[in-house]
């Protein structure tokens, strides 16, 4: 899994420490006097801009710090967060009127233990100018007392106050070899506007910083002059707005961002590698380009000779070879290593916590977990059988593009067979070939072939971005009203493919749903039927697996119902079956489907006299409900992928009765981004409704935002639309 | 050597996992068929308890000086679920500790558990000197057993207030023992037994000099986890202990013999505070600066705690119940309830007023002043006597006017100062007509729009939540937030032109006016529309089924609603929906239509006199919720005139 720090909260900082190199100088009083002392560069201007006049608070200044150095033995590592908030309202007062941070962080390694001390200061300084420093000892401990967690009441705050903290700590530790740090990935807006905001490092030059920004961001400078023993790297930004989000908006692809990591180097060779991409002069890495991909990639996926009797004897049995039929082979290879590895390391974390896997068997457990095993089995596979596949490296379309890559955590990995145009992704366990996650839908990539030397060249590649006939979901609706006219009968069959099939089958697929499928196809039988335990210990586990079974049952349903309520937005009652009519696990044209049947009760059926009004647009589901600030818009429009949504809703009109106000239930819209297309009719005794909704793609420019809001509002306006049952007089 | 060593190793690798492997328990036929009748009974349950034998008896400690207690306690506890995953728990604080805890399997024999001790951590106190010792009950499947047995010491008697029969779970059965000896004198008060048949016996133990009062409850279901219910003491069987005096070397020594006790201690407490007013005393002169009346200058200081003091809750050994000082207080701007009392109290008498801290159990807690124990009271507040009448000011209420008291100290009986002495007396209440919301409109269709004026007025609690929720929003939102209040979110509602009186002054009543535009409210079928008039459609989701405990509001409501619609020319209103004239109780629902010239007034009023709804009045309760349901699912038609 890629690991982003998605909040600078999440970090701690300071101001440059020059000198500050020893931990012994490190006593509260000192590090107080560092930030507060006479030489707080912090402006002394406590005036807010007029334009944030009417904000809840405003982050006058804020700097983090960090700082990278080699003693020798230890590599010391310190992080500082310096801020200052005008507080101008109640909501920013009790926003800030407590602060719970932890006291000390673990530091112990599997060879000793040891703890580190956060220091904190917090002081208020009033509108006047006079400063209250707030005893840091009357901090309470707020959790076990392993953990280190303080409370701390700011006494004597108020609307107007600025308080001013800072959180510093100091990590020495030891690294043998070389080591990355954590890496960041944030936008540099925050909740409140920031005035003036500055990121520091300081390096010793057995580090290595890759650092870039995106989106205006101001960009690292280097500020120490070549004979400093550190490199200083500074930062500032000022006048900052806070974060505005709207919908469909990925702000790592928007804002103004910055991405950065250090790295130790144990050895002057490490370094050299490190810094082999560099142009001359240049000290901090601002991408990772083809040449570190290539270098990184070519030798770490070298797929092993593979060898698997028993999936032999499977293909056999199935009369499949690729000789034969290839690529239904490779559907069933890969269908077979899913069983064999992720399916069952399923079952078995299911056994365990019944209590009945074997310790010798938590290996396959563990192994089969990792969720690359299956891709990686398979990359084996056609190796072995010289079938032609390559790497396709990408970052998942949320954050950024191939060009703004700085680290290795955030690409995402998938195979792809040219031969049959087709991918083979590392996500779940009822992913099929072909199937890949939809963060990569149009992503540009990296291709490695897996057989060449590093002469071949790299290519970009665009993966397939998938249409909205492809990622579809349909719902058939057979509504019945019972005869006292106090309730409406539902069954509904739904049907979905593409990226809205995963998600479904995510939701709803239980483990027994997928086993007794799996395990039939390939003749395994269940652990619990086979594993060699004592009596009553086996006796034990089944009954404990079965009632997880069980509950897992019951989740299943509460699932189903509350999607449904979350989708006609109201209580059901009376949800009375469910039943999954296919898994889709097969292949990727097989879709996910199953019939659900409910009573609805009063919610959308009102008597008006002898006649009765039907919400009967509330069918088709909740629809987006665009705010009145929405209709504008000024960023693109981010959607993870095309989809549409299709319905079809049957429904017996009862005798004497008659349909009025069909005609508001057509309509037409279809441009250039999506649409909303509708019709009615009665045929017989049967009311004939279908709708289409569709997004066109997976990102629209802001410019095209009005056509969306086009059937986004007539799909909601359909959705609020009501028929008249008129008795016939 | 080396010839032994390696089968030795081989033997070691190959079986090693196998005796890592979770050991079997065995488990009787009989113990499972037992799981499963207790499942059958309480089927939401996963653990029950077979038997429960808590034994308290009584010492001198001669270190503290102070009557001990001693808790021992054996119980025996079965899964009836295959997954039980339950957690033991027991509290404990700087009053007192828990001194042994052991977990054993039916045939005795000790079962490792992983302790932990933590702080207790509640959203209710910033800090507090309760702490939890907990650890996960080893159970294998349904019909295992497990007995606790543990022994906890109270260091005061005065600290062991209460003993309940109820659990987090079902129990078989359970039995409390009293251990009283001679030289103690305990008032075991037995407090809502009616209804439950339990079992008491009173053995003299003439070797020990003690007294055994024993009680014993079967078939007890699990305490009920319902939400908005009234505190346990109101329901549940349990015994309130009260230590009144003992005897030492011939002399009787009072501990809590009546309520005068009680109070001397409380008041031992308050003697000990150090007020200095120094700090606040400018501050005072400033408030009451140029007010009239001696009412609008306790109102000013009154209101200037509740707005500028934050409510941190503290309990901590004595300081649960000794207040801070109030410099402290005012230096600090925050303080706990005591602390909040005793700061307006000192800010009172400055500015010349007698004012007086006062004890009071809030509405959570079932018993007044009517025997003494510090299970009696849990909040503090300030009386001012002021020309024969006493005023109760609460400053941990917010946006809370002079003479609104909140429900949870309505009808509350109070202690109040007065130096050796005390005064007993009752908080009034109010009626619901205090807290009143009114909704009145005037709408007229515009195609197929619902144009109305809307005027909406808060008074009393309803207004200080209101304001609450408007003063705890970012100013740079609260626009949107109020926007969202006026339309619920809803795209088929827009607000226009809103105004507002002051969000700032808690006196007057708050009342917002805007015009409301609503789309979908109207469905035109040519001879016919359909109008929905009431969007709001108050209290129709307030079925209570399957409902256990009673059901309390957050305060009286009175709410009341007034649509006034123009009937559209060349339109005749068809059938209305019968109204509804319904109460019981001090429950009342009036919804109505009436047709005055040319306008429909709709008229909706319920009113909720009593802030707790009790189970046996549910059942009308639900059939007033389904005649509004029923009167809501009727749209108003109008037809067009032929």
Known sequence: MMIFKRSLLALLFILILSGLSAQKKLTPEYIENYFWGSGDPMPKDLTVPAKWENESAVILFQEYNFKFENSGKRVNQVEALRRRIKLQDKAAVDQYSEFSYKEKFDVSSNWNRRVEKVFAGFKIVKPNGEEQIVDVNTAVRIEGTEDYQRKIAIPGLEEGDIIDYYFYSFNPSVFTSMHAFDPVFTPLSAEYPIQEQRITFEVERRFFVAFNSYHDAPELELVSGPRDKLDRYSLIDRDRDKIETTRWFYPYRVLPCIKFQVT?????????????????????????????????YEYNFSPYKFEDKKLDAYLEKKGLSLQKDKRKTLDAVF????????????????????????????????????????????????KTNKIDFQLLIGVPRRYGEIHEVLFFQEFFIILYIPEFEIYAAPVGEHTTLSEFPAFMEGVETYTVPYAKKKSALIKNHFVTSTSHEENKTLQRSEIEIEEDMSALSVKRINTSWGHLKTDEQDRYLMLEDILGEDYAEVGKAKYLDGVKLKKTLISQARLKYKASAEEAQKIQEDRFKAALEDELDMEVPDYLDFNITSTGRKN?????????????????????????????????????????????????????????????????????????????????????????????????????????????????????????????????????????????? | ???????????????????????????????????????????????????????????????????????????????????TEFYSTHFYNEQSRISSVSVSNKAGKIQDIEKKDEYYQSSEYFYSDARLLYYQLPFSIAGSIRNVNYEKEYFDVKYFTSVYFHERYPSKEVKLNFLIPDWLEVELREMNFEGYDIKKSVFRDEKKAQKIYTYMLKDIESMDKERNSPG????????????????????????????????????????????????????????????????????????????????????????????????????????????????????????????????????????????????????????????????YLDPTEKYNPFFNYAERIQGRAVMIESGKEYIIDEIPTAPAAENTQSYLSEVKLEGEQLISQVKRIYKGESKSSLLYQIHNTEQDALDKSLYYFLTRGEKNLDAKNITNTSFDDMDPDLSIEYELVRDNAVSDFGEEMYVDLDYYKP??????????????????????????????????????????????????????????????????????????????????WNNCIKSLNEFYQQPLTLIKKS
Not at chain 1, 264 to 293: C, P, W
Not at chain 2, 26 to 50: F, M, R
């Open chain 1, 264 to 296: 130790f180097a144990r050895s002057n060779y490490e370094l050299l590698q490190m810094r082999a991409g560099l142009e001359n002069g240049e000290t901090v890495k601002k991408e990772i380009d083809g040449e570190d991909v290539m270098d990184a």
């Open chain 1, 335 to 382: 269908n077979y290593m899913r069983t064999t590895l992720q399916v069952y390391a399923s079952e078995l974390r299911a056994v365990d916590q019944a209590g009945g896997l074997r310790a010798s068997d938590r290996s396959d457990m563990e192994y089969g977990s990792n969720y690359f095993r299956v891709c990686r089995e398979f990359a084996s596979y056609l």
């Open chain 1, 588 to 729: 990727a044209a097989e879709p996910f489907s199953y019939e659900e049947s409910f009573l609805i009760k009063t919610d959308l059926i009102q008597k008006a006299g002898p006649n009765l009004i039907l919400e009967i647009g509330r069918f088709i589901g909740g629809q987006v409900a665009l705010e009145k600030d929405e209709i504008d818009r000024t960023e693109g429009v981010f959607l993870d992928h095309a989809r549409s949504f299709d319905n079809e809703i049957v429904m017996t009109i009862p005798e004497g009765y008659k349909v009025v106000g069909l005609d508001k239930l057509s309509y037409n819209i279809d441009n250039e981004t999506g649409g909303f297309v509708s019709s009615a009719k009665v045929e017989g005794n049967l009311l004939l409704i279908n709708t289409k909704k569709f997004y066109k793609h997976n990102f629209e420019e802001a410019k095209d935002w009005p056509l969306m809001v086009e059937f986004l509002e007539a799909a909601y306006k359909f959705s609020q639309e009501k028929i008249l049952l008129k008795k016939a007089s």
């Open chain 2, 1 to 83: 050597m080396r010839t032994y060593f390696v089968p030795f190793l081989f033997f070691y690798l190959t079986f090693l996992p196998l005796c890592f492997s979770q050991k079997a328990e065995k488990v009787s036929p009989e113990d499972i068929e037992l799981a499963k009748q207790l499942k059958e009974s309480y089927p939401e349950e996963d653990l029950a308890c077979l038997s429960c034998e808590l034994n308290f008896s009584f010492d001198y400690n001669t270190s503290r000086q102070k009557i001990g207690v001693h808790e021992r306690v054996e119980k025996s506890l079965i899964s009836i679920s295959q997954n």
């Open chain 2, 232 to 391: 346990p003491s109101y329901d549940y069987p349990h015994i309130i202990i009260q230590a009144k005096s003992y005897e030492m070397r011939g002399e009787k020594r009072t501990l809590f013999e009546s309520v005068d006790d009680l109070y001397a201690w409380y008041h031992s407490l308050t003697d000990l505070l150090e007020d200095n007013p120094d700090s606040y005393q400018s501050l005072v002169q400033e408030l009451i600066a140029g007010k009239a009346s001696d009412l609008e200058k306790a109102k000013a200081i009154y209101y200037w705690v509740q707005d500028n003091i934050r409510y941190v809750a503290f309990e901590d050994g004595i300081a649960g119940f000794k207040p801070d000082e109030s410099q402290n207080v005012f230096s600090k701007r925050y303080g706990d309830c005591k602390g909040m009392a005793n700061l307006t109290k000192q800010m009172l008498k400055l500015a010349g007023f007698d004012a007086r801290l006062t004890w009071l159990g809030t509405r959570r807690i079932a018993y007044d002043y009517s025997f003494p124990s510090l299970s009696v009271d849990n909040h503090m507040i300030c009386t001012l006597l002021l020309d024969g009448e006493k005023y």
């Open chain 2, 539 to 620: 209290f129709s989701d307030f079925e209570l089924e399957d409902r256990k405990t009673d059901y309390l509001f957050p305060h009286k409501i009175k709410m009341e609603r007034k649509v006034v619609l123009q009937i559209p020319d060349g339109f005749q209103l068809g059938d209305l929906a019968q109204p509804i004239d319904r109460s019981f109780s001090d429950f009342t629902f009036k919804v109505n239509y009436q047709k005055e010239g040319n306008q429909l007034i709709y008229s909706n009023i319920i009113e909720i006199e009593k802030a707790v709804l009790k189970t046996e009045e549910f059942e009308e």
